[in-house]
């Protein structure tokens, strides 16, 4: 291990308390948690000045691990926990860690109206097609066709994207990334917590365990090699037909607009209700 590393394993994690973690091996959860605590790390704030929050699934146990200020509250609720936690302390990071089912399935109404109003947080949702931790359950972003536990003969439901849903519904950040590029990750979660509004990191992982054992893609290397395989930056898909980008991960900012953020114009009602 590089000093690097261990200077920020024993400054960002709770290493003598909460370890070894209970992922899977070969799971990309610790590749995320790398890229988060490396992207604080590098914009320089004290770990007083962030809030960890998550719901319920594998990406829950996130704050159990990292030294912040952390919550880890009930399934598909942490954008409410995170929304009260920025009303009351504003001048606080707050970073909501979420799996696809977690965020757009139970939490997909509570996604919807936070994008609309533009909160301040940062939301990084883990995207690996599948409940992972309750039994490999279907989420709305399996894909069709795929063998899940809920769906042994196939999942006949379509899938729609979180980055469409996030920008419809008013985000004003919006990014992807893959576990296989760990080093962009780092810097979309940089600029996500530096945005001024509500900003949407999607992380394409790997559930071997669940979504590839039952998909014929067991093998961790195997399903984040593919990544690597499958990805396209923004510049050059912008250059490729709709066909071509089929089956294709978009990756990098594919959404940065300047907008009213909520926190501050909540501020000024409170400003002119005390005058």
Partial sequence: MSQEVTRLVHKYLR?????????CPGCGNGIILGALIRAVDRLGFTKDEVVLVSG?????????YADFNTLHTTHGRALTFATGVKLVKPDLKVIVIMGDGDATAIGGNHFIHT???????????????IYGMTGGQFSPTTPYGSMASTSPYGHIEPTFSIAQLAETAGASFLARGTVYHARLLDKLIESAILNCGFSVVEVISNCHVHFGRRNETSN?????????????????AKKMTPESLKDKIVVGVLNDIQKPAYINEYQKICEKAKN
């Fill in 220 to 236: 961790p290397v195997t399903m984040i090699k593919s990544m690597k395989e499958n990805a396209v930056t923004v510049e050059k």
């Fill in 15 to 23: 290493h003598d308390k909460k370890f070894p973690h209970v992922w």
């Fill in 115 to 129: 994008a609309r109003r533009n909160i301040d947080l940062t939301s990084i949702i883990i995207n690996n097609y």
């Fill in 56 to 64: 319920i699934g594998c990406s829950g146990r996130m704050p159990v």
